[in-house]
C-alpha cells in the first residue's frame, strides 16, 4: 500500500513557475514507477510525465515537453515536478500516481495508487 500526498499548486500568472510535490509513505516507494497525470473542467485526465524506479527515465507528454522536468528522490520518497513556462491551458488538477514497472506509463491504467490532486491555475 502507498499512500501519496502532493502540494505545490496555486495560482501563477502565465510564464511563471511552480513545483508540484508529491509525498509517498511506507518503503516501497524506490520499487514504483511514479507518474503524473493532470485533468481540466470538463476533460479526460492526461499523461503528463512519468519516471522510472531508479530515475534514469522519462516520459513527457508533447504539450509539456521542454517546460516540464519530472525528477524524484528515492531517499525522500517524494516525486517532483517543475513547471516552467506555464501557459492557461495548464490549468488542471494535477495528480501524482505510483505503478509498478513493465506497465504501459502513459496511461492511468498503468498506475494502482493515487494522490488526491493539488490545484494549478494559470491566469493570462
Known amino acids: 500500500q502507498v499512500q501519496l500526498v502532493e502540494s505545490g499548486g496555486g495560482l501563477v500568472q502565465a510564464g511563471g513557475s511552480l513545483r508540484l510535490s508529491c509525498a509517498a509513505s511506507g518503503h516501497t516507494f524506490r520499487n514504483y514507477v511514479m507518474g503524473w497525470f493532470r485533468q481540466a473542467p470538463g476533460k479526460e485526465r492526461e499523461f503528463v510525465a512519468a519516471?522510472?524506479?531508479?530515475?534514469?527515465?522519462?516520459y513527457y507528454s508533447d504539450s509539456v515537453n521542454g517546460r516540464f522536468t519530472i525528477s524524484r528522490s528515492n531517499v525522500k520518497n517524494t516525486v517532483y515536478l517543475q513547471m516552467n513556462s506555464l501557459k492557461p491551458e495548464d490549468t488542471a488538477v494535477y495528480s501524482c500516481?505510483?505503478?509498478?514497472?513493465?506497465?504501459?506509463?502513459?496511461?492511468?491504467?498503468?498506475?494502482?495508487?493515487w494522490g488526491q490532486g493539488t490545484q494549478v491555475t494559470v491566469s493570462s
Open positions: 500516481a505510483a505503478g509498478p514497472p513493465f506497465r504501459n506509463t502513459r496511461y492511468y491504467t498503468g498506475y494502482d495508487y
Open positions: 519516471i522510472s524506479e531508479n530515475g534514469i527515465t522519462t
